[in-house]
């Protein structure tokens, strides 16, 4: 009974002490900044858990406030607006700088994941070793895919010889490449943009995944969906380096604590099942086509995204030591979590 009674006494002093020195860390104000709509399940689920999770863990002394929809800034320039501390965190598409960070394109290869849940932290895990060298500007906190998406177009896209001739607007440069392999021309806007771009004939095509085709009112300006998962993008939550070196040990704790692999599956969860979600609504409104390849689609589809990974392979040589074996180390993340292809 003594030695219960003072393991008790032991941890409330231990918890007093701890809520003591987090009630005296200065406090901390973050603005983070993305570029979705704030009704997007990546801000719903995602980042709200994550904030509110900060923010408890922090006893209060660090408050985020999300700025959503581009209020601070173009989609293509958060990762520069956390790097200068026009942001303190913000989330970014590496893919919308082609070239600028070679490495993570390896996650968007298409072929290369089965789910966004696993997938997430196989990608978050992987990239840990490359993180400061492709983006040493930043804190990188964490990273994670959506879930796997695909052409969705105004005019039927079934085999590969069909984006021949279109205009595409691409989801980042490997699928950019791809669709130049294709015969296709690309239409570089941002998600927040692609909907006027196909309404007024810029593009013919978008690469999506399925519940954003709903969110960003894209059903509008497509009615072909071609049913395959072809490839997923990757996205990254960075950190103004100068505002997490001013912060107390406590407090990039708490920071450190919520930038890991296991995050990366929690903040991408929510926002898997609600695109998930979305193949199942828009195959049950009217007036759009569900285009479901056979074997021999898949195939040719496979055959023809098979040069990307030799282009990536290419585009990181001199960067990482063995390129194919950073690709295998990837594909056996995905494969220990149950989400390779």
């Given amino acids: 009974m003594f030695r219960n009674r003072t393991f008790a006494a032991t941890v409330a002093a ?77 989330f970014i598409n590496p893919g919308y700088q082609p070239g600028r960070f070679p490495i993570i394109g390896a996650g968007e290869l298409p072929f290369l994941i089965s789910n966004a849940r696993g997938g997430s932290a196989a990608l978050d895990a992987w990239y840990r070793q490359y993180a400061e060298q492709e983006m040493s500007d930043v804190k990188v906190c964490l990273v994670h895919f959506h879930s796997p998406g695909t052409f969705h177009s105004r005019e039927p896209i ?27 021309q690309n239409a570089q806007v941002s998600a927040p943009e692609a909907r006027d771009a196909l309404e007024r004939g810029v593009a013919d095509a ?18 072909h969906h071609l049913d395959i998962p072809l490839y997923a993008t990757t996205f990254a939550w960075v950190m103004n380096k100068a505002k997490y070196e001013g912060m107390s040990e406590n407090q ?15 903040v991408a969860a ?21 285009i479901e390849p056979s074997e021999e689609d898949v195939a040719a589809w496979r055959e023809a995204a098979a040069p990307l990974r030799e282009e990536w392979k290419k585009n990181v ?10 690709l295998d180390g990837l594909v056996s993340e995905l494969e220990s979590r149950d989400s390779a292809y």
Avoid at 206 to 223: H, M, R, Y
Avoid at 276 to 287: A, F, N, P
Wanted: aromatic share 8%; net charge negative.
């Fill in 14 to 90: 231990f918890a007093l002490l701890t809520g003591s020195a987090l009630a005296q860390d200065d406090q901390v104000e973050l603005r983070f900044a993305h570029w979705v709509p704030p009704q997007h399940p990546l801000q719903v689920h995602g980042m709200t858990e994550w904030v509110e999770s900060v923010e408890e863990a922090s006893g209060g002394s660090i408050n985020v406030t999300i700025y959503p929809g581009q209020q601070l800034g173009q989609a293509k320039d958060h990762y520069d607006m956390a790097r200068d501390g026009i942001s303190d965190i913000s």
């Fill in 158 to 184: 079934k085999v590969p010889g069909d984006v021949d001739g279109m205009n595409v607007r691409p989801a980042h440069a490997t699928m950019a490449s791809f669709v130049s392999l294709l015969g296709g």
């Fill in 206 to 223: 978008i690469t999506f995944p399925w519940n954003s085709i709903l969110i960003f009112g894209i059903d509008k300006a497509v009615s």
């Fill in 252 to 266: 990039k704790k708490v920071i450190d604590d919520h930038c890991t692999s296991e995050w990366a599956e929690r």
């Fill in 270 to 290: 929510g926002w898997a099942d609600n695109e998930d979600s979305g193949r199942q609504k828009i195959m049950e409104m009217d007036g759009h086509n569900i």
């Fill in 317 to 326: 040589a001199g960067v990482v030591d063995d390129p194919q074996a950073a």
